[in-house]
């Protein structure tokens, strides 16, 4: 019997309430899942972002057998021989052969080039794809676009604000923020000084299952030499343990998240992050019950305003940003190379963590461990160095694709190619964040237990972040120039003598052709 509505379910799209399952008739029509070789290979898998993704889509299934809808799901097997390199629009159109639907539906789905295969695969066979609506995020793409229009400025806290008040977030009676204040970033910049962050509860442990368990044996078998590590897996991968995850994170973490939002220390790769990312970008987890459950930790007093206020902006603010920019900017947006960086790729030491850099280390171990860095290794040690030594931004989306259990074109794209690389010369953010190692310094203890010297430009003991941050600057001066609130960071570079500019090119030169040639440094 052919289908009626076929629901196409992509591995980011496990959210049991979706708008798109409400007009489904389990008796008539049927849900479609698929397990692609291709999305896991077109850039090589951290081995736990490919569990985190297969463990999530097999629960989702058996829920959804559960609740009795018919789900045709393709599992790939252990054999690698097994439709290798196969993508979503041959496994697609085999079985749109066969199950002849009258109507596809597919919510939008989160990567551009996704979305364009399957409406070629489906309009192939003259069907339209309908795109449900997606009650998952707070903003959809055409309410981001109509914000957007006439705006003279691209400003995350305008959109912010504007969030704020259209969902009555965070306002006193009289529609003013609560406390006075939009945003208490301000107050959000401290390191844990001397002392250290002292003992710090971590995440919940989420045991595999039998399902998990045979998801964990498959990557082993067929894709044993991606990168990561596998063992100790305990990640959430249901909507369950998602809500465990966010209940212990508000009250574990959340008291202490604004105020060191930014800090860096040794061996501590989550600090008080939520590591809420992945389940919240498979939608496991619905970002209102994130900002419920912190107002009322606000409301009960046990988190302070400063930790709430950060914590909802980044959720109801920077995630639903992205997404609007992603979906008005694509695909133009990811051809994006602002600084003109030629096609360097990232450095060979974002694949093993191997180098004498304690920082770069440091943020490897967790992306290599659990595939996550918390926000600031990301964009202010693995993105800075990427940025300070020119690597084409596209590449570095495309690494951080392959290695964070969190990533989705989307959010990644925005974030990597954008805010940490400029390469859209000023969307998501207003400026480069680019700094020397002495900012890295200050946040926390890492330079400590380093061979280089922060402050070093030169010499055997040069700091390497400090060498290309200035040489960056003298680099990009034409494009810098052109950038507001960056002339007092160029006027630093005025202050040096030609001798000493020229001793830091040498210098800068000499660290990029270690990297290139594949030397420790
Ligand atoms: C270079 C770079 C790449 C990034 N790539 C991704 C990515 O692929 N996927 C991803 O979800 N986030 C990405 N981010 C944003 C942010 O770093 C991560 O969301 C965050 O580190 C995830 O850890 P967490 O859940 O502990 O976040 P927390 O620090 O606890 O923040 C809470 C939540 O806010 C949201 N959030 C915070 N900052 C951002 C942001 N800038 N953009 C979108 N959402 C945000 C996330 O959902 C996050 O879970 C990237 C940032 C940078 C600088
Ligand atoms: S000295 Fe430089 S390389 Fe070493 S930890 Fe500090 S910033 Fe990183």
């Known amino acids: 019997m052919s289908v009626r509505t076929l629901l196409l379910v992509l591995g980011d799209q496990l959210d049991d309430g979706a708008d798109a399952l409400d007009a489904l008739d389990p008796d008539r029509d049927a849900v479609w899942m698929a397990e692609v070789d291709e999305e896991i290979t077109y850039v090589p898998c951290h081995k736990r972002r490919i569990a985190v993704f297969l463990a999530s889509m097999r629960h989702f299934r058996d829920r959804l057998r559960g609740r009795g809808y018919a789900v045709h799901y393709h599992e790939l097997g252990p054999d690698p021989d097994d439709d290798r390199g196969a993508g979503f629009a041959e496994v697609l159109a085999e079985d749109l052969a066969r199950l002849d639907p009258d109507e596809v539906v597919v919510t939008l789905p989160g990567d551009h080039r996704v979305k364009e295969s399957l409406e070629r695969t489906v309009g192939e066979l003259g069907l339209d794809l309908r795109i ?30 504007w969030m704020r008040k259209r969902h009555d977030i965070l306002l006193d009676t009289d529609g003013k923020p609560v406390g006075g204040e939009w945003n208490y970033d301000s107050r959000n910049r401290e390191s844990f000084g001397a002392d250290g962050p002292g003992d710090l509860p971590h995440p919940p442990r989420f045991e595999p299952d039998e399902v998990t368990q045979g998801v964990l044996d498959l990557i082993e078998a067929r894709w044993p030499d991606h990168p990561g590590r596998l063992g100790g897996f305990a990640e959430p991968v249901t909507p369950d343990q998602a809500r465990d995850a966010l209940d212990a994170f508000v009250k574990d973490r959340l008291p202490r998240f604004g105020t060191f939002q930014d800090a860096l220390w040794k061996g501590e790769h989550e600090l008080v992050h939520s590591r809420l990312s992945a389940v919240l970008n498979l939608k496991l987890l619905d970002p209102r019950d994130c900002v419920g459950a912190a107002l009322e930790a606000l409301q009960r007093g046990d988190a302070p305003l400063n930790a709430v206020e950060g914590f909802v902006r980044q959720i109801l603010g920077w995630r639903e940003y ?6 008005r900017f694509m695909p133009d947006y990811a051809e994006g190379n602002a600084l003109e960086c030629e096609d360097r790729d990232v450095p060979w030491f974002f694949w093993d963590g191997e180098t004498d850099m304690a920082c770069v280390a440091d943020a490897m171990e967790g992306v290599l461990e659990l595939g996550y860095a918390h926000h600031i290794q990301r964009l202010m040690v693995l993105g800075l160095f990427a940025l300070l030594s020119g690597v084409q931004p ?64 030169t010499g055997d003991d ?22 507001p609130r960056m002339g007092f ?8 003598g030609d001798d000493e500019l020229a001793a830091i090119r040498k210098k800068a030169a000499e660290v990029l052709a270690r990297v290139a040639a594949g030397e420790r440094i």
């Open 489 to 496: 960071q160029l006027k630093n570079v005025d202050r040096k």
């Open 394 to 457: 596209y590449r570095f989306h495309l690494w951080h694709m392959a290695l964070y259990i969190d990533a989705v074109d989307w959010v990644s794209l925005p974030n990597t190619l954008g805010m940490s690389q400029f390469g859209d010369g000023g969307v998501v953010g207003t400026k480069p964040y680019c700094a020397s190692g002495k900012y890295i310094q200050r946040m926390g203890n890492l330079c400590g237990g380093c061979r280089y010297d922060p402050a070093a430009s």
């Open 132 to 161: 449900a609506g997606d009650r998952h995020f707070y903003c959809e793409p055409d309410a981001f676009a109509r914000w957007l229009k006439g705006r003279k400025r691209i400003l995350l806290e305008d959109f912010y604000r």
């Open 462 to 483: 040069a700091c390497p972040f400090t060498t290309l941050y200035w040489d960056f600057l003298m680099r990009n001066r034409e494009t810098l120039e052109a950038v």
């Open 322 to 327: 992205v997404r609007g920019l992603y979906w």
